[in-house]
C-alpha cells in the first residue's frame, strides 16, 4: 500500500484504527453471542467502589493537620530544657495506669455483616441457613462447603431465580469465594441486597472462604450435590 | 505466503519499504529471516495471550485488570470493555503480525499496549510488596493478566522487554519477505 513506508505515517495510523475497529466490532459480536457474556453497564466490583467512596469521604472530613502552640521557653530558648522532678506528694487516692483507648471495629465500608469460620462451621446442616458458592463452577464442583448453593458472582443475574427460593427461604444467607484478596463474595453479597432484594439483615459474608474452609479441615462436598 | 526480494519491495514504497537500514540492522534485514523471526515469535505469543484471554475474559483479563487499580471503577463499561475489547485487539494483530498484513501497524499497536501494560505491572508488583513487605521483589509471583497465569515478576519483565524489542525490530524492518502479497 503506498505512503505506508513511513512508520508514523497517516497510511499506517489508518491501518491500525482499522484493526482496532475491526476488533472492537468483532468483540463485542462475540461477547452478545456467547453463554458467559461481560455484561458491559454491570458494576461487577461494588464492594472496590463502595470502599473507594468512604476513603474519599473520610479524607473529606478529616480536619487539616494543624501545628501544635508551643510556649517558648522562660529562658528565651537559650537554656536546655530540664525534666520537671517526680511529683512525689503522696496523694489521696493511688494512680491508676490509664490503658489506652481501644478504638471500636469500624463497620464495613459496604454494610455487609461478615461472619467467622466458628460462626459458619456453626451452621452446617442448619434448616435456618444456606450458603453460598461465588466462584467458578468448576471450583464448585471440586468442593464446596455443604449445603451450599451455586451462583456465580459474574453470571448470577442470569441465576438468580434458579437459586431465589431457596435463598428467601432462608434467614440467614451466607456468601463466600475463595478467601484471600477474594471480593467477589462481598461483591456478590451487595447484588444479593441491592439488585435482588434479599434483606440485609440476612445477607453475611464469609471472608475466610474455602481456604480457611479447608486449612481448618472442615467437611467439602464435591461435585453438584449439596449435601 | 510468497517470497518477493526486499529490493523490489522498497522501491514501490510498499510497507516496511523505504530506505534501507544501513550498518548491522541493515544485515540483519537484508535476508528477511530475523523479522520472520520475530513475527513469527511476536505474532505466536499474542495469538495465545489474546485467545486465552477470549476464552474466559473474567478470569483471565477482567479481575487481574480491575487489581491493577489504574483504571476508573465507575462507570463500569470502561473496565469491561476494555476486558472484552483488548483480547482480541490482541489476537488479530498477532494473526496479522504472523502472516506479514500490516504488520507495521499491528506491531504499533502491540508496542503501545506493551509500553502502556508494562508499567503498569512494575506497579502493581510495587503495590503487592508494599502490601506484602516481607517478599522481596524478585519473588514476586502474580497473574498480571497478560494471559499467561501466574508468573515470577521478573520473568514476566524480561518476556515483556523481549517483547518489546521485538515490536520494535518490526516497526523499523523494511524486509518484505516471506509476507502475503495481495495484501500489502
Redesign the interface.
Known amino acids: 500500500m503506498p505512503g505506508c513506508s513511513r512508520l508514523f505515517s497517516p497510511c499506517t495510523l489508518l491501518q491500525a484504527g482499522g484493526i482496532i475497529a475491526i476488533a472492537t466490532a468483532i468483540a463485542l459480536a462475540s461477547n452478545g453471542m456467547r453463554e458467559k457474556q461481560v455484561d458491559l453497564d454491570n458494576q461487577y466490583f461494588k464492594a472496590s467502589v463502595l470502599a473507594d467512596a468512604a476513603r474519599e469521604s473520610a479524607a473529606a472530613e478529616k480536619p487539616p493537620a494543624t501545628t501544635p502552640i508551643v510556649a517558648p521557653p522562660a529562658n528565651g530558648g537559650t537554656a536546655p530544657a530540664v525534666p520537671a522532678p517526680p511529683d512525689t506528694t503522696p496523694s489521696a487516692e493511688p494512680v491508676k495506669p490509664v490503658a489506652e483507648p481501644v478504638p471500636a471495629e469500624e463497620p464495613p465500608a459496604d454494610g455487609i455483616q461478615r461472619m467467622s469460620l466458628e460462626d459458619c462451621r456453626d451452621l452446617i446442616g442448619s434448616p435456618v441457613a444456606v450458603f453460598v458458592d461465588a466462584r467458578e463452577r468448576d471450583f464448585y464442583l471440586a468442593g464446596h462447603i455443604p449445603g451450599a448453593v451455586h451462583l456465580y458472582h459474574y453470571d448470577s443475574a442470569k441465576h438468580i431465580e434458579e437459586v431465589r427460593p431457596i435463598l428467601e427461604a432462608a434467614f440467614m444467607v451466607v456468601v463466600y469465594c475463595n478467601g484471600g484478596d477474594c471480593e467477589d463474595s462481598i461483591n456478590l453479597a451487595l447484588d444479593l441486597v441491592t439488585s435482588y432484594g434479599l434483606p440485609n439483615e440476612n445477607v453475611h459474608v464469609f471472608e475466610g472462604g474455602m481456604e480457611v474452609w479447608k486449612a481448618a479441615g472442615l467437611p467439602v462436598v464435591t461435585g453438584e450435590s449439596r449435601e | 505466503m510468497s517470497e518477493t526480494a526486499g529490493a523490489v519491495a522498497e522501491t514501490?514504497?510498499?510497507?516496511?519499504?523505504?530506505r534501507p537500514l544501513s550498518g548491522f540492522l541493515g544485515k540483519l534485514d537484508q535476508d528477511g529471516i530475523a523479522t520472520l523471526i520475530a513475527r513469527l515469535a511476536l505474532g505466536g505469543v499474542f495469538i495465545h495471550h489474546g485467545w486465552v484471554k477470549?476464552a474466559?475474559?473474567?478470569?483471565k483479563f477482567?479481575k487481574p485488570l480491575?487489581?491493577y487499580d489504574i483504571l476508573p471503577?465507575?462507570p463500569?463499561?470502561i473496565?469491561?470493555?476494555i476486558?472484552?475489547?483488548l483480547?482480541?485487539?490482541e489476537?488479530?494483530?498477532g494473526v496479522?503480525i504472523v502472516l506479514g498484513i500490516?504488520r507495521?501497524?499491528?506491531a504499533?499497536?502491540i508496542f503501545g499496549m506493551l509500553a502502556l501494560f508494562t508499567p503498569a505491572v512494575i506497579h502493581f508488583a510495587l503495590g503487592y510488596q508494599a502490601a506484602h513487605p516481607g517478599i522481596p521483589f524478585h519473588e514476586i509471583v502474580l497473574d498480571c493478566g497478560c494471559g499467561s497465569g501466574p508468573v515470577n515478576i521478573v520473568k514476566k519483565l524480561a518476556e515483556n522487554v523481549g517483547l518489546l524489542l521485538l515490536a520494535l525490530w518490526l516497526?523499523?524492518s523494511r524486509s518484505q519477505r516471506f509476507i502475503l502479497r495481495p495484501f500489502?
Open positions: 514501490e514504497g510498499a510497507e516496511g519499504g523505504g477470549i474466559d475474559p473474567i478470569e477482567l480491575k487489581t471503577l465507575e463500569p463499561w473496565l469491561n470493555s476486558a472484552v475489547i483480547p482480541w485487539v489476537l488479530i494483530a496479522l500490516w507495521r501497524a499491528s504499533l499497536i516497526l523499523v500489502l
